[in-house]
C-alpha cells in the first residue's frame, strides 16, 4: 500500500543521514536544556564523539559562509552537530557516507520574518466532535510551544525553498489608538507594509499627489505592545527540537515612535524598565526575592514594561520597528542612541541615501529588495527606493537580510509557491550590486545574528548545529532547487519525495 | 415515575413473553397497550397477578434464550465456532459452544446459516448536551429594538466540565433507530471535557437505558494551551492527589475528582478527541509521564495519518471511523483503520461522527440498509476480518474499561448480541436480532 511505501521512504530518508535516533530520544530532555544552553552542552557531548554514528557528505562545494568556499570539502556530522568541515577531512571507519558530487552545501537559510508556518494549527479538521471555538492556532493565550504544528504543510513549502529555521509571528502587536487590540487576529491576506503605509497618494480627479499634512492636535498616547514572535525550526512532523527561542526582537510598529505623546510614552516604558533592572540587581545584591517592580507587566496596563523591554534594555534583544523613508530612520536612530538600545530597521526603502549614517550607528536591517516606494513630491529627503540599496548598505558596513514581499506561504510570499522565494529576493540585492558573499550572508548568518542564534545556525562551522542545504547549483539562482533540507544531522526534505517542485532533471 | 407507566411497561414485558413469532421475542421497539384496559377481563386478571410477581425483579423475568445452529463471533479464546449455540438467562450469557445442551425452559431460535457476533459498542458517540434542554436551545432576544439570535446555552462552550450522565435524556428520537444498526451499548460524551455515560442502547425501556451513570473522562483538545491545560492540570493534579492524602481528598471533593484520580492510577480510562496532528502529537506528550493512564485518542484518519510516528510504540488506543480518507496533502485515498493497524496501534471504530442523539438527527448511518458497509470494504481492501470485528466490539469494550463483562461471547459475559441473516460483513444479510442484556431491542423476522 501506497501508505506503508511512503513511510518506508521516510524512514529510508531519516537512514541517510542515519541519526542515532535511539540514542536521541533516550536523552530528550537533554536536548531540551541544550536548547537553552548550547556552549555548556557543547562541552559535555565532546568526550562522546567516539560512540555516536558520523555520516559525511563529500564531494560538494561547501559554501560556509563565514570560512568561505570549500571546493570539493566534506561535511562530517555526529550528535546533529557538524563535527568537521574542510578538504583534508578523514572520514573515519564506519561513517556513512553521502555522495554529493557536483551540488552545493550552504547554512540553512533563515527567515526573520514569518506567519502562519508551523505555530498557526488547522484547526477542526477532524476529532469526534465540533472543534473548540476558536479552531486552534496561537492565541495570546495560549503558550507558542503548545501551538506548535508540525505538521503544517507551510513547513514543506519553507523547507522546498531553503528555510530551515524562521521567526514566526504569532501575535501581531497591539495597542494604539487606531492600532488593533491585542489578540485580535490578524486579517487573512497580510498586505506587505509598504502598502499599508505607502503614503504616495493620488488626487482622483487631477492626478496630483497629496502632501501630507501636520496633524492638528498630538496623537494620543496609547500602549503599544510587542509583536509576539518565536524562532522556529522546520522540523516537519518532529515536535521535540522545533522551538528554538521565544520574543527574539522588540518588535515594535512604527505607530510606536509617531508623535510626540507617544514618544514620551515610549522614553517612560524605557525608563522604568531600566529602573527594574537596577532594583533586581539590587535586590540580587542585597538578597531579596524579587523587586516589585522587576516582574513584567508590574506597570499595569500603561506604560507596560514587558519581558521583551526588560530584555532590550538588558541589550539582550535589540528593538526591531519599521522606518522606510530616511526621516523616519532618522528618527529611530536618534531614540535607540538616546535611550542605548540596539536597533534593526524593517523596509529602509531610502536607505541608500544614508547608508553610512546607519553603518555608524551600528544598525541592522531587513531589506526588501524588489519592494518600491516612489519618490515623493514636496519631501526634500522623500526620495523613495533604490534596487542599488543593498550595494550602498554593502558598501557602508551595514548588515542586512533580506525579506520577501509577503510574511506568509503565498504568491510573492515566503517560499512563494510560484518560483519566488527567499533565496530570490537575495538574488535581487545582487542584481542591486552587493556581491553573492553579502547575499548569501543575508540568508543565513546575519539574520542568525539578529536573532542572538549565530553560534549555533547561520554558517557551516564545527560544533555548529547541521542545518544544510545540499542545492543543485549556484544558491542565488533562479534555476536551483533545494535537493534536500537537512536539520539537525537530520533531512526533513527531499526534492523526489515531497514533489513541491518538479523532479525530473533540466534538459 | 406514575404508576399507571410502570404497570403499561411491565405489563408490555410481560406480554412479550408469550410465544409468538416463532419464540422470537421482538417487541418492535415502540408497541404499547391499546387502551381502554379491561382489567375485568380474567386474563387481564392473570397478567395482573404475574405483573405483581415479577415487580420486584423484571429482569430476572427475562425469558431463557437458546440460539442454535449459528456460526458465533466470539471474539474471545473460542474464536469462531461453527454450528454452535448460546443460551441466554438472567440477562448474561450462560453457555457458547457446539454440544451446548439447551436448558429445557429456553425458547429456541434456530438461526441455521446466520451468525451471531458481540453487540456493537460506540466508544465515542458525542450528544449534544446543549440540545437536549428547553432553556438551552437557540433563542430570539430583542436588545433596543434589534433581533439577535442568541446561539444554544451551556453546552457549547468549551473546557467546561459536563457529566452527561446529568444531561442524560433517553426519550431523544435519536435513539431509537440504533437498535437497528446493532447498537448495543454507547459511551456518551459532549463538547468539552467531562465524565461519560455509557447506556445500553433500549429505547422502549428508556428509564433502564443508564447503564454506568459515572463513566469515563473525555475531553476534546486542540494545540492550544488552555485547551491542553484540561488533561495537563488535572493529571498534574491527580498525580498530587496520589502522593498525598490531603489532596486527594480535596480532588475527591470536586467534580470529577476522583475519576481524574481513578485515570492517573489507570484505573479508569481517558477518551480524547483530538482537533487535529498537532493536538495528537502535543498530546501523547502531555500523557507520556503519566504511565499509568490508558489513554485511547479519537481523531479523524488524516490527523492519525500525520501523527502516526508519534503514536508508534506508546500505550495508546484509537478511535476512527470506518472511513476511506484521503492521506494529508493528496488525493490518496487510504484505510485509516488499515494504516493504525499495520502500525501496529489498537483501534476501535466509532460509527457516528456527529452529535447524534437529538431530534433533528443528520442519521445517514441508520438510514442505510446495510450499516457495516464501511466496515466490510475495509476488509474487502485489506483489513483482517477479525481485527475488523473487533474494533466493533472487543477493542470498544478494551478502551471503556468494561471488557470483563462486555464485547465478546463467553459465558458470564453480558448478553449483549447480534445475530445475522448471513455474515456480517455481507451486504446481502440483514440484521435479525439485537439483544441487549438479554432482552430483544429489535427483530426483523
Avoid at chain 2, 486527594?248 to 470536586?254: I, L, P, S
Wanted: some cysteine; charged content about 20%; overall charge neutral.
Amino acid at each position: 500500500m501506497r501508505m506503508t511505501k511512503l513511510f518506508t521512504t521516510f524512514i529510508l530518508g531519516l537512514g541517510f543521514v542515519a541519526f542515532a535516533q535511539e540514542a536521541k530520544k533516550a536523552d530528550a530532555p537533554k536536548e531540551e536544556k541544550k536548547a537553552e544552553a548550547p556552549k555548556e552542552a557543547k562541552k559535555a557531548e565532546a568526550p562522546k564523539e567516539v560512540k555516536k554514528p558520523i555520516t559525511a557528505i563529500v564531494g560538494a562545494d561547501i559554501y560556509t559562509v563565514t570560512k568561505g568556499v570549500i571546493r570539493n570539502g566534506v561535511v562530517l556530522i555526529q550528535d546533529g552537530k557538524i563535527l568537521k568541515v574542510g578538504q583534508d577531512v578523514t572520514i573515519p571507519e564506519g561513517a556513512i557516507r553521502i555522495d554529493a558530487t557536483g551540488k552545493v552545501i550552504t547554512p540553512g537559510f533563515v527567515s526573520v520574518n514569518a506567519t502562519g508556518v508551523a505555530v498557526a494549527a488547522v484547526g477542526g479538521a477532524g476529532g469526534g466532535g465540533p472543534p473548540t471555538p476558536g479552531g486552534g492556532g496561537a492565541t495570546p493565550q495560549s503558550r507558542i510551544a503548545d501551538s506548535l504544528n508540525p505538521f503544517d504543510r507551510n513547513i514543506q513549502f519553507c523547507l522546498a525553498n531553503g528555510i530551515t529555521t524562521a521567526n514566526v509571528e504569532v501575535a501581531s502587536g497591539g495597542g494604539g489608538r487606531f492600532g488593533r487590540a491585542e489578540g485580535e487576529d490578524d486579517p487573512p491576506f497580510p498586505l506587505p507594509p509598504e502598502l499599508l503605509e505607502d503614503d504616495t497618494r493620488v488626487c482622483p480627479c487631477c492626478g496630483m499627489a497629496i502632501i501630507d499634512t501636520q496633524p492638528i492636535g498630538p496623537t494620543v498616547p496609547t500602549d503599544r505592545n510587542a509583536r509576539r514572535s518565536a524562532v522556529v525550526k522546520m522540523t516537519f512532523g518532529d515536535m521535540s527540537n522545533m522551538l528554538v527561542k521565544e520574543s527574539p526582537f522588540c518588535h515594535m510598529s512604527a505607530g510606536s515612535f509617531a508623535g510626540a505623546m507617544n514618544r514620551h510614552q515610549w522614553r517612560e516604558t524605557i525608563k522604568r524598565a531600566k529602573q527594574a533592572v537596577k532594583d533586581k540587581a539590587a535586590a540580587d545584591v542585597s538578597g531579596e526575592d524579587t523587586a516589585p517592580a522587576a516582574t513584567p507587566g508590574a506597570g499595569g496596563r500603561r506604560g507596560n514594561v514587558t519581558e521583551e523591554v526588560l530584555k532590550l534594555v538588558k541589550k539582550e534583544i535589540p528593538l526591531r520597528t519599521e522606518a522606510y523613508s530616511a526621516e523616519q530612520m532618522r528618527d529611530a536612530i536618534a531614540l535607540a542612541k538616546e535611550l542605548d538600545y540596539n536597533l534593526i530597521l524593517d523596509g529602509v526603502h531610502e536607505a541608500w541615501l544614508m547608508a553610512g549614517e546607519l553603518g555608524s550607528a551600528k544598525v541592522q536591517t531587513v531589506l526588501t529588495p524588489r519592494s518600491r516606494r516612489r519618490p515623493q513630491p514636496g519631501r526634500d529627503d522623500t526620495t523613495g527606493s533604490s534596487i542599488e540599496t543593498s550595494s550602498f548598505l554593502e558598501k557602508a558596513g551595514v548588515p542586512f537580510t533580506v525579506a520577501p514581499l509577503g510574511n506568509s506561504v503565498s504568491l510573492d510570499g515566503l517560499p512563494g509557491r510560484d518560483l519566488t522565494s527567499i533565496a530570490l529576493e537575495a538574488a535581487f540585492a545582487v542584481r542591486g550590486g552587493c556581491s553573492e558573499a553579502t547575499a548569501l550572508e543575508a540568508l543565513t548568518i546575519v539574520p542568525a545574528r539578529m536573532m542572538g542564534l549565530a553560534d549555533r545556525i547561520g554558517s557551516i562551522e564545527e560544533g555548529k548545529d547541521a542545518d544544510l542545504l545540499i542545492l543543485d547549483g549556484n544558491p542565488l539562482d533562479y534555476r536551483t532547487y533545494v535537493e534536500k533540507a537537512v536539520i539537525g544531522g537530520k533531512v526533513y526534505y527531499d526534492r523526489m519525495r515531497e514533489k513541491i517542485y518538479p523532479v525530473g532533471p533540466r534538459q | 415515575m406514575s404508576v399507571a407507566g410502570r404497570v403499561g411497561r411491565v405489563l408490555e414485558t410481560h406480554q412479550l413473553d408469550l410465544p409468538k413469532n416463532g419464540g422470537n421475542c421482538g417487541n418492535g421497539g415502540s408497541r404499547i397497550l391499546d387502551p381502554p384496559y379491561d382489567y375485568g377481563h380474567p386474563r387481564m386478571m392473570r397478567n395482573l397477578i404475574a405483573i405483581l410477581m415479577l415487580a420486584t425483579s423484571a429482569f430476572a423475568a427475562d425469558p431463557v434464550i437458546a440460539l442454535r445452529n449459528a456460526n458465533i463471533e466470539t471474539m474471545a479464546a473460542a474464536g469462531r465456532i461453527e454450528k454452535a449455540t448460546v443460551v441466554i438467562r438472567n440477562g448474561k450469557i450462560e453457555a457458547v459452544g457446539k454440544d451446548v445442551a439447551i436448558p429445557d425452559d429456553a425458547k429456541v431460535i434456530d438461526a441455521a446459516g446466520g451468525t451471531i457476533m458481540p453487540g456493537i459498542i460506540d466508544p465515542f458517540f458525542e450528544v449534544n448536551v446543549a440540545a437536549a434542554t428547553a432553556d438551552a436551545a437557540p433563542r430570539t432576544i430583542v436588545i433596543g429594538g434589534r433581533t439577535v439570535t442568541v446561539p444554544g446555552g451551556v453546552g457549547g462552550r468549551p473546557n467546561t466540565f459536563t457529566r452527561v450522565a446529568d444531561n442524560f435524556y433517553p426519550y431523544d428520537a435519536g435513539y431509537k433507530p440504533l437498535p437497528r444498526v446493532g447498537f448495543t451499548r454507547l459511551n456518551l460524551v459532549a463538547s468539552g471535557n467531562g465524565q461519560s455515560a455509557m447506556i445500553r442502547v433500549n429505547p422502549a425501556d428508556p428509564d433502564h437505558m443508564m447503564d454506568r451513570a459515572d463513566g469515563i473522562a473525555f475531553a476534546s483538545i486542540t494545540n492550544q494551551s488552555d485547551s491542553l491545560d484540561q488533561i495537563r492540570t488535572k493529571l498534574e493534579q491527580a498525580k498530587r492527589g496520589s502522593n498525598s492524602a490531603t489532596m486527594a481528598k480535596v480532588m475527591a471533593g470536586q467534580a470529577g475528582g476522583q475519576m481524574w484520580l481513578d485515570v492517573h492510577d489507570g484505573k479508569a480510562p481517558l477518551i480524547v478527541s483530538a482537533a487535529n496532528s498537532a493536538a495528537i502529537a502535543h498530546l501523547v506528550r502531555a500523557v507520556e509521564p503519566y504511565k499509568n493512564v490508558k489513554l485511547t485518542i479519537m481523531a479523524s484518519g488524516v490527523a492519525f495519518a500525520d501523527a502516526i510516528e508519534s503514536l508508534k510504540g506508546k500505550n495508546v488506543r484509537c478511535v476512527v471511523h470506518p472511513n476511506l480518507e484521503m492521506l494529508p496533502n493528496t488525493r490518496d485515498r487510504f484505510a485509516p483503520a488499515r494504516m493504525l493497524h499495520e502500525a501496529g496501534i489498537a483501534f476501535g471504530f466509532s460509527l457516528t461522527s456527529r452529535p447524534q442523539a437529538t431530534a433533528d438527527i443528520d442519521n445517514s448511518l441508520v438510514q442505510q440498509e446495510f450499516p457495516l458497509f464501511p466496515v466490510a470494504m475495509l476488509v474487502k481492501s485489506g483489513l483482517p476480518r477479525q481485527v475488523a470485528l473487533a474494533a466493533l466490539s472487543k477493542q470498544p469494550a478494551t478502551i471503556l474499561g468494561i471488557e470483563a463483562t462486555h464485547g465478546s461471547i463467553e459465558a458470564g459475559k453480558m448478553a449483549d448480541l447480534l445475530l445475522y441473516t448471513g455474515d456480517p460483513l455481507d451486504p446481502a444479510s440483514r440484521l435479525r436480532l439485537t439483544i441487549v442484556d438479554g432482552r430483544t431491542t429489535h427483530a426483523n423476522d
